[in-house]
């Protein structure tokens, strides 16, 4: 069973920057698609961002495409998210979740194991 424990949420400024961590531990890490969700209080949880298992093809939601970086360390069994120019609208807790082996996907039914999340708050 694959744990993952999110980290490096917190309370920024509109406009600042923040770096989330997911750090897996359980299973091989490097076979792995990754991704990461948000969800806000009343709103159903939302695609943010993937990679693929080797990390050479990302996507990402359009709301935060060209401010958030999705990135991955297979040595660490660790995936990142850079955001930038962070916005109100980006206030959520935000999901690691583990994808499916050697296959790209977005679609949060094809993510299998979740984190318990790490609150994002974006003050203007």
């Known amino acids: 069973q694959v744990q993952l424990v999110e980290s490096g949420g917190g309370l920024v400024q509109a406009g600042g920057s923040l770096r989330l961590s997911c750090a897996a531990s359980g299973r091989t890490f490097n076979i792995y698609t990754m991704g990461w969700f948000r969800q806000t209080p009343g709103k159903e949880r939302e695609f943010v961002a993937t990679i693929s298992w080797s990390g050479a093809s990302t996507y990402y939601a359009d709301s935060v495409k060209g401010r958030f970086t999705i990135s991955r360390d297979n040595a660490k069994n660790t995936v990142y998210l850079q955001m930038d120019n962070l916005k109100r609208e980006d206030t959520a807790v935000y999901y690691c979740?583990?994808?499916?082996?050697?296959?790209?996907?977005?679609?949060?039914?094809?993510?299998?194991?979740w984190g318990q999340g790490t609150r994002v708050t974006v003050s203007s």
């Open positions: 979740a583990l994808g499916p082996p050697y296959k790209t996907t977005f679609r949060q039914g094809d993510f299998g194991s």
